[in-house]
Each structure stands twice: as structure tokens, then as C-alpha cells.
């Protein structure tokens, strides 16, 4: 079964708006951890932002916040005012605390930031 | 601080030759991961080494795959033979500790294989 599902495969946005991109999750885990990277097309996956499952907060990062509804599996990306720079893949991921505690990556979505 | 080095960052090769590509982590990071992106797909995990341990190569296709990781810093990947279905993006990453489940792993920029 997919652990990870993103299922915008692609999104536009208008410059200085907001978008989210979506992320549900599988785990049978208490305890689990849930990133976000954007991959530009240079091709290095750049961490941005973190969601422990006990974190009672929300992460944010700068323009990056996580809406996490831990009772939906749901990790979802947000980016406030949108830049030109944001153009690029963005992918969700999980670690789980038991097993292999690898990074599972979902398919990735490409955003799109229009002028 | 310099980032995860990785070369080459192209390899265009013919089926049945070999190919190699090395990484070089962060200082003092102990955790080296090699990751494999299929075009339109996420990374996959192919191997993990704690120092120069493989801890996790259960990824690893073994019959083709050879990873190395001798001194417990840079690491080489090895395909032979190589076939079409190895053309992907090979992503070298690292981490400081892997205990901590908010470690972050920061990537190198890959090296993009062709396989003709």
C-alpha cells in the first residue's frame, strides 16, 4: 500500500498568492515524522519543513507552514505569498520510528508560479 | 559549509557497461544514504550506511548493485552491467543522526543516468 499520496500531480499559481499542496499518509506508527522538499529543476531535494506526529503545533518556516490533521493522515503544504522561485517539484515524505525508518517519498507535485 | 558533493552530475552509457558515481556527505555526518528517482516518481531509498556500515540495502538489486562506503565518508555506487531500466537520477544524502526523528537529510544534486 502507498504510504504516501500526493495527488495533484501539478499546480498553478498566480505570484503573491497562496497554494496548497496536498499530502495524505499511511502509517500504523505512533510515532512518525513528515517532511516536505522542493526539488528544482537543478535537481537537489531542498528540506523545508518538518511535523513530528506529537508536535501539537503547526510547523511554519518562514513562508512554509504544514497544516497537519493528524485524525485525517493529512500533511498538507502551505506557501504564503507565492514567488517566482517556488516553481518547482515539491514532495512529501514520511519516516516512520519502527522498522527501516527511511524516508518514504510520495509522487511529488510540480508547481507552477505564473506572473 | 559545503553540501553533499556528487560526480558526475550526467553519465550517458550503452547497455552492459559498467557505471560509477561517487558522493561525498556533509562533514561529520555519519548517516550516507543512496536514493534512486525514476522520472515522475519520488525517491526510493536504496541503501543507508551508518559510518562505513550497510545497515539497509534491502533495496539494493544485488545482483547488478555494489555500494561502498570504506573510510565512513565518501561512498561509491556501482552498476554492472548497467540495463535501460537503471536510467534514473541516483541522489547521494546525509544526515548527523539518524536517532532523532526529525533528522533532516540534506541531498547532493544527483548524477542523471541514461542507459542506451
Known amino acids: 500500500a502507498q504510504k504516501i499520496t500526493q495527488t495533484q500531480p501539478g499546480m498553478f499559481v498566480q505570484e503573491k498568492e497562496a497554494v496548497t499542496l496536498d499530502c495524505t499518509y499511511d502509517t500504523s506508527d505512533q510515532s512518525y515524522g513528515l517532511f516536505w522538499y522542493k526539488q528544482p529543476s537543478s535537481g537537489e531535494m531542498i528540506f523545508l519543513i518538518y511535523q513530528g506526529s506529537y508536535d501539537e503545533q503547526n510547523a511554519t518556516e518562514g513562508r512554509y507552514s504544514l497544516n497537519f490533521q493528524k485524525a485525517r493522515k493529512s500533511a498538507n503544504l502551505v506557501i504564503s505569498a507565492s514567488q517566482l522561485g517556488d516553481s518547482a517539484m515539491y514532495f512529501c515524505?514520511?519516516?516512520?520510528?519502527?522498522?527501516?525508518?527511511?524516508?518514504?517519498f510520495g509522487s511529488g507535485t510540480r508547481l507552477q508560479v505564473q506572473p | 559549509e559545503a553540501g553533499v558533493v556528487q560526480s558526475p552530475r550526467y553519465k550517458i552509457i550503452e547497455k552492459k557497461q559498467p557505471v560509477a558515481f561517487w558522493c561525498n556527505p556533509i562533514s561529520g555526518h555519519n548517516t550516507l544514504y543512496w536514493y534512486r528517482q525514476n522520472l515522475g516518481q519520488g525517491p526510493e531509498l536504496l541503501i543507508r550506511?551508518?559510518?562505513?556500515?550497510?545497515?539497509?540495502d534491502s533495496q539494493l538489486p544485488k545482483d547488478r548493485f555494489s555500494a561502498e562506503r570504506l573510510k565512513g565518508v565518501d561512498s561509491t555506487l556501482k552498476i554492472q552491467p548497467a540495463e535501460l531500466g537503471d536510467s534514473a537520477v541516483y541522489l547521494c544524502a546525509s544526515s548527523l543522526d539518524l536517532l532523532r526523528l526529525s533528522e533532516t537529510q540534506y541531498f547532493g544534486p544527483g548524477t542523471r543516468l541514461l542507459v542506451l
Open positions: 515524505a514520511m519516516r516512520e520510528d519502527t522498522g527501516r525508518r527511511a524516508l518514504t
Open positions: 550506511y551508518e559510518n562505513e556500515e550497510a545497515v539497509d
